[in-house]
């Protein structure tokens, strides 16, 4: 994460169960090819590329590149998921990111891409169903630094951060190289200035004409930044051609959920396909719904307690099996729709509800906890702990309910019998 190559340069390690939680918020998914679409329609330097759907889309895609600018072709399928390189399609064919020189290969090629499953590290075991591919002139890289701008609290505002080493994990340069690593603040009402470009050009060893040419990319960077309201904006490798062309080669793109109101185009281009329905379901719910890999299921009202759950199941030897956070205005519907989730995953081998009644009723929560019970008729342990606003005539609905309900009001213990259930179940 970058924010913590803010804060702690010599150590990229995060260990709290809550780290993919913290790497999910405020960003939205868009494809390889979007983002790079975002940075040549606002002057960016990218490959030129092509996109194509069908193997004769891509055949006249490479022709057409190698008719004009490009010498080699790289064909990369459209996919969310990393490792894309070392993966497989169903069709038997290795590897989703292919080089060539010759045009005439690209329909048989890509017929064993497109509509074909492709299997990588980062996938399902089944795969993702690639639909689309980038067609785009390869460039060789001389020289691959890395590049980018993100909002950091502790800075109150935009933060650039520049390594000349790059192509790599940022994190691990922090760690192992800290005197490569350059930070400057960005006055957010002064924006940046051109010493502070051209400076962090020359951090990244950028030198002669170039300087000017990665200032200009950089300035162009920030004025993207701004516009587009992301918190989070990454190039790497941010490198240089042996031609001398200084081009953005990958890019990552956040965007802060709260902006949704006014960047519409780019909210309605978010790629859901490779999402767990769960999660999209959860939204259409208004919950807050991440799917992670344990076997206790969580629902809890505020993202900090909700972490501090997770933390504390981690502790005591158990593994989450989502983060939920229902909220502050959470209704009964809402409730009931949560343990449906939540029973969904079939790995889940225990519940824990862990409430803190502040906005929230805690007898809202008990109502719609004991009509979920019945609803679906719960077959796993239930641990319950409500705690605030009602509590105690929450914990009289939950008690008289004449179901197989576990409360606990103590946090530290009501995690330790969620453990204990979750293995012994």
């Known amino acids: ?11 990229a390690k995060f260990l709290s169960a809550t780290s993919q939680i913290l790497s999910t918020k405020c960003s939205i998914s868009l494809q390889e090819y979007q983002s790079k679409k975002l940075l040549q329609d606002n002057g960016i330097n990218v490959q030129r590329f092509l996109m194509a759907s069908t193997p004769d889309e891509a055949q006249d895609a490479g022709q057409k590149l190698m008719n004009t600018i490009a010498n080699e072709l790289v064909i990369k399928a459209q996919i969310l998921a990393g490792g894309r390189g070392r993966g497989t399609f169903s069709s038997g064919l290795q590897g989703g990111v292919k080089l060539t020189k010759d ?3 690209v329909k048989d090629l890509t017929s064993k891409m497109l509509n074909h499953h492709l299997v990588t590290k980062q996938t399902k075991a089944g795969g993702v169903l690639v639909e689309k591919l980038m067609v785009a002139e390869a460039l060789d890289i001389a020289r691959e630094t890395y590049f980018a701008i993100l909002l950091d609290r502790a800075f109150d505002g935009p933060v650039m951060i520049g390594s000349p080493v790059g192509g790599v994990d940022i994190e691990e340069v922090a760690e192992k190289q800290p005197d490569k690593i350059f930070k400057e603040r960005i006055n957010f009402e ?3 200035t051109q010493e502070q470009a051209v400076q962090m050009a020359k951090n990244l060893e950028f030198t002669g004409k170039n300087i000017e040419i990665a200032s200009e990319q950089i300035n162009k960077l920030y004025r993207l930044f701004r516009k587009l309201d992301c918190t989070q904006l990454e190039i790497n490798p941010f490198g240089e051609t042996p031609d001398g062309r200084v081009v953005c080669f990958d890019a990552k793109l956040n965007f802060d959920d709260n902006a949704e109101f006014r960047q519409k185009e780019i909210f309605t281009q978010q790629d859901l396909s490779e999402t767990d329905p769960r999660e999209i379901k959860a939204i259409q719910l208004g919950l807050n719904y991440i799917q992670m890999d344990g076997n206790i299921g969580c629902m809890v009202n505020g993202a900090g307690l909700a972490m501090a759950t997770m933390d504390i199941i981690s502790l005591y030897g158990g593994t989450p099996a989502n983060f939920l956070d229902c909220g502050g205005n959470v209704n009964e519907k809402q409730v009931i729709e949560a343990f449906n989730l939540l029973t969904s995953d079939s790995q889940v081998k225990a519940i824990f509800v862990n409430i803190f009644g502040g906005i929230v009723n805690c007898g809202t929560i008990a109502n719609g906890i004991v009509n979920a019970c019945r609803t679906i008729d719960l077959k796993i342990p ?12 929450a914990n009289e609905i939950i008690l008289n309910s004449g179901l197989n309900i576990i409360p606990e009001l103590d946090f530290d213990s009501a995690a330790k019998k969620a453990c204990a259930a979750s293995s012994s179940s």
């Open 190 to 192: 002064t924006g940046l």
């Open 103 to 105: 045009p005439s290969i």
């Open 1 to 11: 994460m970058l924010s913590k190559i803010l804060s702690k340069p010599n150590s």
């Open 382 to 393: 239930l641990i319950v702990r409500l705690q605030g606003t009602n509590a105690e005539k």
